[in-house]
């Protein structure tokens, strides 16, 4: 029997190319701001780009808040948005049931990515007086690819959930194993 390529109840495929590479373009384009923000980090660069703030970029870098962690935190931004790339263009239009985890994967990096770009932004003016126009950049970049990854993250909770409601195995459904989704088809 042809395995669905829409969810039952919905009227698109979260999981369509259409809907996952523009994620995927803008995780590389955060990758690139992040990894550029992150030379400055590691003092491989003597300054940032900065064309509206003047020093501002300097000083949320500076700050200690960007000194918590033992890396810095535009590196740890460059990795989530090279896992939110690589994660977003791994399986096909069906992977929503036939790879529930690496979608599941993809939404838990998506997601607070999202949540912690935004918590950065409310800092820079509340705790330190200053922007960072890349640091903005970044955090809507975060935000925008929220909306359509947490639609495939809830299109596999759904068919995990279908997996649990007819007695199947959610671990075996968890890593799209052929015969449970033979069972929900």
């Known amino acids: 029997m042809k395995e669905q390529e829409i969810p039952p109840g919905w009227d698109y495929n979260p999981a ?49 808040i960007s000194h918590v962690l033992p890396i810095p935190d535009a590196a740890l931004g460059a990795f989530g948005y090279l896992l939110d790339a690589v994660t977003g263009v791994i399986g096909n239009t069906k992977r929503w049931r036939t790879m529930p985890w690496i979608v599941i994967v993809f939404g838990l990096a998506v997601g ?24 903005l950049a970044s955090a809507v970049i975060s935000i925008v690819m929220i909306g359509p990854a947490m639609d495939e993250f809830l299109a596999s909770l759904q068919y995990m959930k279908r997996a649990k409601d007819a007695n199947v195995s959610v671990w075996r459904a968890f890593w799209g194993m052929k015969d449970v989704r033979e069972k929900l088809t």
């Open 112 to 135: 607070p990515l999202g949540f912690v770009s935004v918590m950065l932004v409310v800092f820079q003016p509340v705790l330190f007086d200053s922007w960072c126009t890349l640091c």
């Open 16 to 64: 369509a190319w259409s809907q996952r590479i523009p994620i995927v373009i803008l995780a590389t384009i955060g990758f690139f701001i992040a990894a550029y923000l992150s030379l400055y980090q590691l003092d491989i660069l003597s300054n940032v780009w900065e064309p509206f703030f003047g020093d501002g970029s300097i000083t949320i870098f500076n700050s200690k």
